[in-house]
């Protein structure tokens, strides 16, 4: 349990500290790192900040370790800038990574298995005067089966009342180290390879690698990618061009990729090669690149050029034999031997 802390702060602090974690929006509705905080839908009254208390002042986010049946509790300060009361909503949520690879946080009448059902809000909304700000208590409570590993979600504050600002929400992103050993580990699923060969028989062709990754362990990770295609025994290997990092994927997440490959010889039996580089970064931001991992997969193709070569070679050699019989047929007969008669005398 932490040490009792102050509640309220003045209303230009709060403000300050807002202007510092602003920007958890640029994902929709938070991002990792610092800035304001924006709405996921147009401009909205009010900011959020993290309470100044024991575990500092002026914080970005949050960033908890704790062991399974651990507790301690903190705060969300909400700061009213408009000229009328404002009714909000206050509560946790889980992260996911959207198809656009943005953390964003799931919805209040959403399902939450992690962070959302481990955090609790000494109440569920706030009103809030114009010009002032209110801090908002939430614990965060362990249960002790609580699996080991990285878990991301938010606190969220959003409009109480439907109207116009309906679907707008503020939040502040909560990083948790649940603690136990760590397993990162990511894979490579659903690898495939598509050649298109080109008009010209004798020319190279491109080749498109899909694939999904999933992080498999219990670690928040990215993905460094580099993938080839090659022929038999890694002979005419082509390599796809500089592949941007995958977005931090949280635990069990996936991400799709497509990646062309160009000037792919069509040796009968292609392979595609996968290899991802898991990028581990810590709550102090270093970045550590861990142990490569590898998924392959084949298509076969038809090689036009060789195939052009053997179908030559064979109307050569036919048209050698073909020349070769008729000459023997041509051949002039020696000349014919016949019977001397015999004379008598």
């Not at 908890?64 to 509560?91: E, F, K, Q, S």
């Not at 955090?119 to 699996?147: N, S």
């Not at 760590?182 to 659903?190: F, K, R």
């Not at 064979?314 to 019977?339: F, N, Q």
């Amino acid at each position: 349990m932490q040490p009792s802390r102050p509640r309220t702060t003045t209303a230009a602090r709060s403000i300050a500290r807002a202007v510092v974690v602003a920007l958890l929006a640029a994902s929709g509705l938070f991002a990792a790192g610092t800035g304001p905080a924006a709405a996921a839908d147009g401009e909205v009254s009010w900011t959020v900040a993290t309470a100044s208390n024991d575990f500092g002042s002026d914080r970005p986010d949050y960033s908890y370790t704790l062991d399974p049946g651990g507790r301690l509790d903190d705060g969300i300060v909400v700061a009213n800038n408009g000229t009328t009361p404002l009714h909000l909503d206050v509560y946790a949520a889980d992260a996911f990574t959207t198809g656009q690879g943005r953390l964003d946080l799931r919805g209040k009448d959403a399902k939450q298995t992690g962070v959302g059902a481990w955090i609790r809000t000494d109440r569920p909304d706030v009103t809030i005067p114009p010009g002032k700000t209110a801090e908002v208590p939430f614990t965060v409570a362990l249960p002790g089966d609580a699996a080991p590993g990285e878990y991301m979600g938010g606190i969220v504050t959003s409009p109480a009342d439907a109207g116009a600002a309906a679907g707008q929400r503020l939040g502040i992103r909560i990083r948790l180290r649940v603690g136990g050993e760590l397993h990162p580990s990511l894979s490579v699923e659903n690898l495939q390879v598509r050649y298109s060969g080109t008009s010209n028989p004798l020319d190279t062709g491109d080749a498109t690698v899909t694939y999904t990754i999933r992080n498999t362990g219990n670690s928040i990770l990215a993905a460094r990618q580099t993938v080839s295609v090659a022929g038999p025994f890694g002979h005419w290997e082509a390599r796809a061009g500089h592949i941007d990092d995958s977005p931090q994927l949280l635990p069990g997440d996936t991400w799709k990729v497509s990646v062309p490959v160009k000037g792919v010889t069509p040796a009968l039996r292609l392979t595609g090669t996968v290899t991802l580089v898991p990028l581990l970064t810590d709550a102090a931001g270093s970045i550590a690149p861990l142990a490569a991992v590898d998924g392959t997969a084949g298509v076969w193709t038809l090689p036009w050029a060789p195939l052009l070569a053997l179908l030559v070679v064979c109307g050569l050699v036919v048209a050698a034999l073909a020349v070769r019989r008729r000459r023997r047929t041509a051949l002039p007969h020696g000349p014919a031997h016949s019977a001397t008669p015999l004379t008598q005398e």
